[in-house]
């Protein structure tokens, strides 16, 4: 399976955006799917993820501004980013959660300017 990222762009803090996350086979679709985020040389952290029942969770720094959801039908995973700040500049990154290694794409540049 091979995940790809897309939608990142460079944003002024308080502006929005859109990230899409396409999976080029089914993944089983009670699986949990998860937003990653890497900022420099920081750890990989989970940003959100949402079970395959359509319950969304949410790191701290994120709650209220994101919102993940996905479209089965179409294997997408969707993280619409509202308000964003300049912490949350990272290349961004979907997975399983837990995640499978082999299914990290290249990810997505995200960048909040100040």
């Known amino acids: 399976v091979q995940l790809q990222a897309s939608g990142g762009g460079l944003v002024q803090a308080g502006g929005s955006l859109n990230l899409s996350c396409v999976a080029s086979r089914s993944v089983n679709s009670m699986t949990t799917m998860g937003w990653y985020r890497q900022a420099g040389g920081n750890r990989r952290e989970l940003v959100a993820k949402?079970?395959?029942?359509?319950?969304?969770e949410y790191r701290d720094p994120v709650k209220g501004r994101f919102t993940i959801s996905r479209d089965k039908v179409e294997r997408t995973v969707y993280l619409e980013m509202n308000n964003l700040k300049p912490e949350d500049t990272a290349v961004y990154y979907c997975?399983?959660?837990?995640?499978?290694?082999?299914?990290w794409g290249q990810g997505t540049q995200v960048t909040v300017s100040s």
């Open positions: 997975n399983t959660n837990p995640p499978v290694p082999t299914y």
């Open positions: 949402i079970s395959g029942n359509g319950v969304a």
